[in-house]
Every structure is written in C-alpha cells, then in structure tokens.
C-alpha cells in the first residue's frame, strides 16, 4: 500500500508512526512461508524440540540477514512501497537500503526485556539528525500477531523527548522512570508496518505469555550521499547465492537500492556492461543498454 502523507507527517511529529495493512494479503503470505524456512512456529517448536537444539541454546539471537532464501522476504526489503517512503521522507531519489533482517522469539524461550534506548551506534559514526536526507529510517513488519502478552515493541513520542541529550544511548528504569512513562506498546496484526526514527527512544519487551512466538523483520533506509552511515554494505555478500539470484530477478530501481548502478550512470560502458552480462547471465541489461544508448546520442 502507498503510506499516506498523513503517516510521514505523524512519524516526523511523534518520531513513529504505525501502518495496518502494509502488505497485501499475498504478499504476506509468501512473506510468511519464507520465514519458515529460518524458524519454526512455536507449536512446531515445542512439538519437536530435539530437532531445534540452536533455537534453545541460544534463544536471544534467532536473527538472519539479507539476503534470503526463496525471495519473498527480499522483495519485501526492497518493497516499491518501502523505497517511496524512503524517498519521500528523505527528500531524495538516492536511498540505500543498510539493514534488512528477520528475527524470531518465543514465549517460555530467554529474556528479552531492554531498557529505552536508541540505536544509532551502529547505523551512524557521529549522531542523528532528524531532517532531510540526514534523517535515516527504521522499520518493523511485523509477521505474527503481538499483543500486550507477546513481547510488544514500546516507543516514546519525541514530544517528550526533545530536551533528552542523544547520549548516552541507553537510559536505564530506575535512573529514567519519567521517560518510561511516556512508553507506549506497539500492537500489531500479521502485516502491520511499525516506522521509527534514529532519535526515537523504544525498547524491546518479554512475554508474558506462556506459549506463542513473534515473528518480525527489520530495515534500516538512509540517503546514499553520506558514507558516515550505513550498517552494511551489501557487495560484502557479493559471492553469496542468494543475492546473485536476487539481483538478476530484481528491478532497477530495487538493484539501487542496494547500491548497484541505475541506468544511465557514469559507470555504464560496453565493457562494463558486458562485464556485468557475463557475471550475471540471467539479468535484463536492456535498461542500461538502452540509457547508455540515449546518452551516446546525445554526446554525453
């Protein structure tokens, strides 16, 4: 679904703003059966626990990272949707994807109470700024039901945080109880979006109950013009499987996403772009062949 003006406009007041219904009910669907194939549900779970030894061992850490197996959850790291908001938000056509990972918790299975904090550390080396392409965005889709018993995500509006330094990152209860106050949890259906910024402050929660699971995917989006932030580059996966097929599938605006060139770039040649056919056999280089075209026309 295209977010609404209105929701930028609440996510820049509150800095957070939720989205019901961001997926459509197909594309949830396959978003869901990919992520069973990292992790099962908690009844399959605890129906079999002897065949997922990992999960009990280390129950706090169920995360895996872009890229995926099957391409479900790919697409929708790279949704149409996401890189609109992103653009729009931002100000700016150039927009990078940095982050894009999946995460499963089970009821019964670790701790996962946080205090407030923010998460910048590792998406920025010096600290936010929450205007124009300086700005970068935090998602959760959220995949399984959470209400108030499965481990709800709680943020505070920036209305009650504007005078709070950025640092320290990490602001404890018993030192901080008034900006606990001011938490609210995040409740969510099977694909609702929550959008959240670098300044906003929010902690993860336990669960109370005594079975269920929460299954959910994270993204970060920031503007590709400062090499100051970032929390991955994506060539480093260059070689992994997964990503060499998504790329040949992918669109061209979704391929710059991850910082593949879009047509019409500079880096374009016959060689390189022979060069990219030959590593990639499967991709569609007639945008790029076309755009390279256009600008021999024109003696560019």
Same mark, same amino acid.
């Given at each position: ?14 800095? +957070? ?8 009910? %197909? ?29 009990? %061992? ?33 100000? /700016? ?17 670790? %701790? ?30 959220? +995949? ?46 099977? =694909? ?7 300044? /906003? ?14 299954? /959910? ?41 991850? =910082? ?25 280089? =007639? ?14």
């Amino acid at each position: 679904m295209l977010i609404p003006d209105l929701t930028l406009d609440r996510l820049r007041h509150d800095g +957070y703003a939720v989205v019901p219904n961001f997926l459509s009910g %197909d594309e949830l669907a396959a978003a869901q059966d990919n992520f069973l194939q990292y992790f099962p549900t908690s009844e399959e779970l605890r129906a079999r626990p002897q065949r997922f030894g990992a999960i009990y %061992d280390d129950p706090e850490h169920l995360q895996v990272e872009f890229p995926f197996a099957g391409d479900a959850l790919n697409h929708v790291a790279t949704h149409p949707d996401l890189i609109d908001l992103a653009t729009r938000l931002l100000g /700016t056509e150039e927009v990078l994807l940095s982050q894009s990972a999946i995460w499963a918790k089970y009821a019964g299975l670790g %701790d996962y109470e946080q205090g407030l904090h923010l998460d910048y550390q590792g998406n920025t080396l010096v600290v936010p700024r929450e205007d124009g392409d300086y700005r970068q965005l935090n998602a959760i889709l959220y +995949y399984s039901d959470v209400d108030e018993t499965l481990a709800p995500t709680h943020v505070v509006s920036q209305q009650h945080t504007h005078e709070l330094p950025l640092w320290p990152t990490h602001r404890t209860r018993r030192k901080n109880p008034e900006l606990y106050q001011h938490e609210r949890p995040i409740f969510a259906a099977p =694909g609702t979006l929550l959008l959240f910024g670098m300044s /906003t402050w929010h902690r993860a929660s336990t669960f109370t109950a005594d079975a269920g699971h929460r299954f /959910t995917h994270h993204f970060v989006f920031r503007a590709a013009a400062h090499g100051f932030q970032g929390y991955h580059h994506w060539p480093s996966r260059g070689e992994s499987a997964d990503l060499q097929r998504f790329i040949t599938q992918a669109t061209p605006r979704q391929r710059e996403l991850l =910082g593949f060139p879009r047509p019409g770039d500079a880096y374009w040649t016959q060689q390189t772009l022979a060069g990219v056919k030959l590593r990639y056999p499967q991709l569609d280089i =007639g945008p790029y062949q076309q755009a390279l075209g256009d600008a021999d026309r024109r003696g560019i």
